[in-house]
Structure formats: C-alpha cells, structure tokens
C-alpha cells in the first residue's frame, strides 16, 4: 500500500517559553510524512521555492518518503509562517505569514500518487481538495481543515466532506462546522454527511474517535515537558492514517481503529519533546512501539461489580 498527502511544505520561525528557532522545516505535508512514513510508504505533493535547499529535501525524504512530486518552483520562495506561544503553550499568536509560492498552488500528482490506496488532503482551499480528489483512486481518503476555510469556504468544503471517509478536525473547528453545542454531537452530525469515521483532535487532552458503531477516548502522552506543540496535530494524522495504511484490511474494524488513534497519539507525543522536526526525523520504530504499550497500561483497567449500601 502507499499512501499520498497533498499540503504545505514550509519553514516555520518559533518562539515559546523554551526558545526560539528561525525557520526550520515544517508544513502539514511534511509532519504528516514524517509520521506516515514508519509505516507506509508515502508521496508528497507540495510546492517549494528556490530557498529550499537539498538539506530539507533530505529530511522531507526520510525512510524512503517519495519526493518526486515536491515542485521545486524557480520563481518564488518557500511558505513561511512565524508564531509565538503562551507560557501554557495552548494560546498561540501568529506574526507573520508568506504564503510565497503556496499561493497559486496547484497540485500536480504522477500516476503513482494518483494512485495511492489511501490520500490525505492535508489543509488547503477545499476546492484544491476538490480537485485532488478527482485526480485520484483512493480506497480510503481522509481530510483536515481549519476554522478559515469553515468561515470563508463553507460550501465548497461541505462537498468535499461528503466524498471522503475520515474526517479530522480540532474540536472547536468540528463544532463550528455543524453548529452543534459538544464534540460528540457534531461528530455525529458529520457522520451523517458521509464520512465513516470522525477524529476529534483536542491538544493536551488528547483525542476522540466517533463511527456510527463505537466511540473512543485517549488521553494524551503525559509529558512533563513540551517544547514545541507545531505540527502537532498533523503528526497525530500521519501515524493515524498510516497505521491504517499499514493494515489495509482491517481499517474498517474498531479495534484497528483504536489502535491507529494510539499510535498516531504516540507519534505526536515525540514531535513536541523538539522544535519543528527534530525529534520526529530521528525517532524510531521500537520507541513508538514502547510508548503506545505504556499509553496501553495507564489507560487500562479492570471493572468490578459493587454492591451499593
């Protein structure tokens, strides 16, 4: 299996209470890469200008991701965006933002990406999704957005909703989209749009999974340090959609499912411990594997009926 992303690829500047750090690389497609990739192999689809040097490209590339389709453009430089995070790190105020050539982007996918059984439009313009997915074969597609695209684009983001099976959003973006009052019910009003499975990504307090069969809840990794919470939640969506990726035949089960949620919750829970991409590139299999067993145990345990006086 393989699976294709079509989002940004940027350099992001930094600062929280921990430090700062001049752009260094970052973008939806690229944290979303880095976390598919231990698991399937991955293309990516995303423009860059000609500040993007073969340092980056580098890393864009690590365990084997296909940068084939990256289009080095000749004509403008790399989108940037600059922030600044509160002492907590959950307020967040953005400084600057070059969309350079990001802009007029247009996706432009080879055969093999077309191809790929499962696609992940990471957050665009929902009519580029639009246009992505009529390019594409996938068996499985899942889909993120932001508040913006929800204020400005809604009509066009409402289509290309109903055509996916996964929806992944924040939780207040979801309530937004459906006007409903709490996560669970917005949930269950997308899954009547179309999409089989809803994530709802909640920072610090983790994540929840909605089908129309099962709910599940996981906490976050306990961490008593985060340095940088950027791209977190597209790191989440790389090891949850690779996961699935991996075990093709058993995506629709709920407990692949859940598994997939512990897993992608793992994978963010390292891409906060560094800036940017640091710690994700030199992670390994066997530290994810031990950190979802120990998510398993604290997350665990065992019902015993009482009697009530």
Same mark, same amino acid.
């Given at each position: ?14 600062? +929280? ?20 990739? *231990? ?138 989209? +459906? ?34 069969? +099962? *709910? ?33 035949? +058993? ?18 829970? *390292?891409?906060?411990?560094? *800036? ?34």
């Amino acid at each position: 299996m393989s699976v294709t992303v079509v989002g940004s690829i940027a350099f992001d500047s930094v600062t +929280t209470p921990f430090g700062e750090r001049e752009r260094m690389l970052g973008g939806a497609a690229t944290h979303f890469a880095l976390a598919a990739s *231990f698991f399937d192999r991955v293309r990516v689809v995303g423009p860059v200008g000609t500040d993007f040097g073969e340092r980056e490209l580098a890393v864009l590339a690590t365990r084997g991701t296909d940068i084939g389709d990256v289009e080095r453009r000749p004509d403008g430089q790399t989108f940037s965006w600059a922030g600044e995070y509160g002492w907590d790190l959950n307020s967040r105020e953005t400084l600057d933002t070059q969309l350079g050539v990001f802009a007029d982007f247009q996706p432009k996918l080879s055969t093999a990406s077309r191809e790929s059984d499962v696609l992940f439009l990471a957050n665009i313009q929902p009519e580029l999704q639009r246009e992505v997915l009529d390019q594409c074969r996938a068996g499985f597609v899942a889909l993120d957005s932001m508040n913006l695209w929800i204020e400005s684009a809604r009509p066009a983001l409402l289509e290309v909703i109903e055509r996916v099976d996964c929806l992944i959003l924040n939780d207040a973006e979801l309530r937004q989209l +459906t006007e409903r009052p709490n996560t669970v019910a917005a949930a269950r009003t997308v899954l009547g749009w179309g999409p089989s499975v809803v994530v709802a990504k909640q920072g610090e307090y983790g994540a929840m999974l909605i089908t129309e069969e +099962t *709910f599940f809840a996981l906490p976050a990794y306990p961490l008593e340090t985060v340095i940088d919470p950027t791209g977190a939640g597209d790191t989440f969506a790389g090891g949850f959609v690779g996961y699935l990726a991996r075990h093709a035949d +058993t995506r629709d089960d709920a407990e692949a499912l859940r598994r997939a949620m512990a897993y992608g919750t793992a994978v963010a829970s *390292f891409n906060v411990e560094e *800036f940017g991409t640091d710690r994700v590139a030199h992670l390994t299999m066997d530290e994810i594997h031990a950190r979802v067993a120990e998510m398993r145990e604290f997350s665990r345990f065992e019902h015993e009926s009482v009697e009530l006086m």
